[in-house]
């Protein structure tokens, strides 16, 4: 099976700085998808970005942005300008292609974004 | 946001009692998902389906059925609740590999 570790339990980043959360996975595919899900105190789970395995160039979406790198199974997630609205658990998952397309979650970073 | 309601949001129940949760789509999205949340762990695959009448286990399927007569429901049934079942679950759906959409999450307390 394929794991996926957060190796940081807790960030903490001032509004307006920029933060990274790293993302390790383990797996033997070439081909699969990658993702960060946010979950704010509400609890919903938000997409917040997504990276296909072979895409080189990567993701980025507003403010957020992540660091593919596919030899080292490397995933991170950079915010920009952090803003307390970003304050919430974050999820990285893995997805092969095929195979139910289920998920498979690292066990989450909690950002806490102070003024 | 996808169509994707879950029910109950909230339930608390005791030990041995049998436990129905319920989701509801209006995408019509081929597979759907239950995943349970617990501290410490992220969200663990329970039970999915590729289709109605058509499911397979996940991860942690131990004391949980499902069923799908229904495109559109996908229900999970803890047969006699343990307190170990206690969980945040979340009900997903997705109709292509780059996409999955969760449900709000129903919130479970066995006692």
């Known amino acids: 099976a394929q794991t996926v570790t957060q190796s940081q339990p807790e960030m903490s980043v001032q509004e307006a700085e920029t933060v990274t959360l790293s993302c390790t996975y383990d797996?033997?595919?070439?081909?699969?998808?990658l993702f960060w899900y946010k979950q704010p105190p509400s609890r919903q789970m938000i997409l917040v970005i997504r990276q296909e395995a072979y895409k080189q160039q990567n993701a980025t979406e507003n403010r957020f942005s992540v660091n593919f790198q596919k030899a080292a199974k490397s995933f991170s997630l950079k915010i920009s300008d952090s803003q307390l609205g970003d304050a919430a658990m974050y999820f990285c998952?893995?997805?092969?292609?095929?195979?139910?397309?289920?998920?498979?979650f690292g066990k989450g970073t909690s950002l806490l974004v102070t003024p | 946001d996808a169509g994707i309601t879950q029910s109950p949001r909230h339930k608390v129940t005791e030990t041995g009692t049998p436990v129905t949760l319920r989701c509801h789509q209006t995408?019509?999205?081929?597979?759907m998902y239950w995943y349970r949340q617990d501290p410490g762990h992220g969200l663990r695959l329970i039970h999915y389906s590729y289709g109605v009448k058509d499911t397979d286990k996940g991860e942690v399927s131990d004391g949980y059925s499902v069923s799908r007569s229904k495109t559109e429901d996908f229900l999970l049934t803890l047969e006699s609740a343990t307190s170990s079942q206690t969980s945040v679950y979340f009900c997903?759906?997705?109709?292509?590999?780059?996409?999955?959409?969760f449900g709000p999450g129903t919130r479970l307390t066995v006692l």
């Open positions: 797996t033997s595919e070439s081909d699969y998808y």
């Open positions: 995408e019509n999205h081929r597979y």
């Open positions: 998952a893995y997805r092969r292609m095929n195979s139910g397309y289920a998920l498979n």
């Open positions: 997903a759906i997705s109709d292509r590999p780059r996409d999955q959409y």
